[in-house]
Each structure stands twice: as C-alpha cells, then as structure tokens.
Nanobody
Framework: QVQLVESGGGLVQAGGSLRLSCAAS????????RGWYYQAPGQQRELVAS??????TKYADSVKGRFTISRDNANTVYLQMNSLKPEDTGVYYC?????????WGQGTQVTVSS
C-alpha cells in the first residue's frame, strides 16, 4: 500500500505564499496522476491541481495563475501557492490515481488570514 504524507501547511496572511509537499512511500512506475484536493469546512473535497506521469497539468479556475503543481524525479509532488486568499483556507489532501486503488494523504491545514 502506498502511503502519502503531506507537509507545508500553516497560517499565512492574505497575499502570502506556501509550498505544500506530498511524499509517496514508494514510486509507482505505471502511468499515474498526482493531485492536490482542497476541502473547506462543511464542503466537499474538490480538485485544485493535478499532474500526470508525463507532466500534463490541470488547475481549477480559481487557482490558475496563482498555484503551480510540480513533481520531482523521485516520489514527491509539490504545490506552490502564491497570492493566497482567505477563501483558500481549508485542508489540502494529495491523492494518487493509477491502475490500482487510489491513495490519499492525511491532509494538511492551510489557513489564510485577511
């Protein structure tokens, strides 16, 4: 079973930046998609950004131009978040989709103060 561990969340003022990391316990060699999801209190989890094995990226309209997803050659995916807004506040989860079962991380809290 692949374990995903997120880090990098915290408290930041509006306009500030954070960089989230998601480290996988092992490398999946088959085609896969790594995604970052966001969940506000009382809301459903929704996709923020994703990147696949060949580097194709997707972003939610609300974060285009502010957030950047990337992955290194090992097992880690990053989410660089700039120009943060109070509405970005929530728990951020990473996920991996591949031919096997999906895996989720435990989440990391991001709080943006106004």
């Amino acid at each position: 079973q692949v374990q995903l561990v997120e880090s990098g969340g915290g408290l930041v003022q509006a306009g500030g930046s954070l960089r989230l990391s998601c480290a996988a316990s092992e490398r999946i060699l088959k085609f896969n998609i790594r995604g970052w999801y966001y969940q506000a209190p009382g809301q459903q989890r929704e996709l923020v950004a994703s990147i696949d094995s060949i580097g194709t990226t997707k972003y939610a309209d609300s974060v285009k131009g502010r957030f950047t997803i990337s992955r290194d050659n090992a097992n880690t995916v990053y989410l660089q978040m700039n120009s943060l807004k109070p509405e970005d506040t929530g728990v951020y989860y990473c996920k991996i989709e591949w031919a096997g079962p999906d895996y989720w991380g435990q989440g990391t809290q991001v709080t943006v103060s106004s």
